[in-house]
């Protein structure tokens, strides 16, 4: 089974801060994938990383691939309370026939 | 567009009695899973479909079980309720397998078992 580590698991903020969330494991994963889930509402997709190294931004969102494709990292910079929720990350087997999902970082952006 | 639909939203049950979730999705989505989601921890996958008449076990398959007599549905049963049960249930699809396709998920079905 791979495992997917998620740190920090809580993480309360003001508005205007920078923050980065992790996702580890000893595994390696084809690619990951990122979700958003806010409370009595289902996980919705952010992005999906490919590549070893790779980079990619969603405005003030910046998430990264490690090189050996078995972590991943997202970075916010100048949270905002609308940044509030529960961050998911979920990685892919080389099969390509299982996701496994983390644990998640549940984030408070305060006014 | 209305994705994935699932009912109900909330439910009470007693040990021991038996229940069915209720998804549908309306994308034409050839894959259906259904993930449960207990408090501080990530989602476990249940069970998958990859097509009509297709089922497979997940990670946590034991005491439930789900049919695909259509693509738009994808019932998830639970026969003999346990407390073990209580969870937060997720139906999701995927236009393809899961490797590079997103999931697109319902608004869960928040179970309680006493």
């Known amino acids: 089974t791979q495992l997917l580590e998620q740190s920090p698991q809580f993480l309360s903020i003001q508005e205007g801060e920078n923050l980065t969330v992790y996702c580890n494991s000893s595994?390696?994963?084809?690619?990951l994938q990122w979700y958003r889930q806010e409370p009595g509402e289902g996980p919705v997709l952010l992005v999906t990383?490919?590549?070893?190294?790779e980079v990619k931004k969603l405005k003030r969102l910046t998430f990264q691939f490690g090189d050996a494709r078995k972590d991943s990292s997202l970075h916010i910079t100048a949270a905002q309370p609308g940044d509030t929720g529960l961050y998911l990350c979920a990685g892919v087997n080389n099969a390509g026939n299982m996701l496994t999902f983390g644990g998640g970082t549940r984030l408070m952006v305060k006014p | 567009n209305a994705g994935v639909t699932q009912t109900p939203k909330f439910r009470i049950l007693k040990i021991g009695q038996s229940m069915t979730l209720q998804c549908a999705q309306d994308?034409?989505?050839?894959?259906m899973y259904w993930y449960r989601q207990d408090p501080g921890m990530g989602l476990k996958l249940i069970y998958y479909s990859v097509g009509a008449g297709i089922t497979d076990k997940g990670e946590v398959p034991n005491g439930y079980n789900v049919s695909r007599s259509t693509t738009e549905d994808f019932p998830l049963r639970l026969e003999l309720a346990a407390p073990s049960q209580t969870s937060v249930y997720f139906c999701a699809s995927s236009h393809e397998g899961r490797g590079y396709s997103p999931l697109h998920f319902g608004n869960g079905t928040r179970l309680t078992v006493t």
């Open positions: 595994s390696v994963f084809s690619s």
């Open positions: 994308m034409n989505h050839n894959y």
């Open positions: 990383v490919v590549t070893g190294g």
